[in-house]
C-alpha cells in the first residue's frame, strides 16, 4: 500500500500517526513539509480530496496566522499563506489513493490502513 505522509518530526500527532502507519507493517514516503512544502496546486488537490477547505486545514493557534490578520482573508489568500508559510498547514497530512485525511488523533490514521 502506498501512502505518504506530510509530517513535522517535532509534533506528538505526526509522530503518533507515522508510528501507527510502521505499526501496520507499511513504511510510507514521508515530506517534512516545513523543509519541503506542498505546492500551491498540490496542497488545494489535497484539501479538496479531503473534503476541507482551507479555512478548515490552517493552523490557527501560530504566531503568523494572528501577524497576517487571517482571520477574515478568504480561500486564495489561505492557501497562500499556507504556502509562504507551511507552518500554518495542519499535520499531519496522510494519503492513500483511496483517501486524503487530516489524522488529529493520530488514530484517524487507522481508517486508512488495511485491515489487520
Given at each position: 500500500?502506498?501512502?505518504?505522509?506530510?509530517?513535522?518530526?517535532?509534533?506528538s500527532?505526526?509522530?503518533?500517526?507515522?508510528?501507527?502507519?510502521?505499526?501496520?507493517?507499511?513504511?510510507?514516503?514521508?515530506?517534512?513539509?516545513?523543509?519541503?512544502p506542498?505546492?500551491?496546486?498540490?496542497?488545494?488537490?489535497?484539501?479538496?480530496?479531503?473534503?476541507?477547505?482551507?479555512r478548515?486545514?490552517?493552523?490557527?493557534?501560530?504566531?503568523?496566522?494572528?501577524?497576517?490578520?487571517?482571520?477574515?482573508?478568504?480561500?486564495?489568500?489561505?492557501?497562500?499563506a499556507?504556502?509562504?508559510?507551511?507552518?500554518?498547514?495542519?499535520?499531519?497530512?496522510?494519503?492513500?489513493?483511496?483517501?486524503?485525511?487530516?489524522?488529529?488523533?493520530?488514530?484517524?490514521?487507522?481508517?486508512l490502513l488495511?485491515?489487520?
Amino acid at each position: 500500500m502506498d501512502i505518504t505522509i506530510y509530517h513535522n518530526p517535532r509534533c506528538s500527532n505526526s509522530r503518533g500517526a507515522l508510528d501507527l502507519i510502521r505499526s501496520a507493517g507499511i513504511e510510507p514516503r514521508i515530506v517534512e513539509y516545513l523543509k519541503t512544502p506542498p505546492s500551491r496546486a498540490v496542497l488545494a488537490e489535497l484539501l479538496t480530496r479531503a473534503g476541507l477547505t482551507p479555512r478548515q486545514a490552517i493552523r490557527t493557534k501560530e504566531a503568523i496566522y494572528e501577524e497576517l490578520r487571517l482571520d477574515a482573508a478568504d480561500d486564495d489568500a489561505l492557501l497562500d499563506a499556507m504556502i509562504e508559510h507551511p507552518v500554518l498547514i495542519e499535520r499531519p497530512i496522510v494519503v492513500t489513493s483511496n483517501a486524503v485525511r487530516i489524522c488529529r488523533p493520530p488514530e484517524r490514521v487507522l481508517d486508512l490502513l488495511p485491515p489487520k
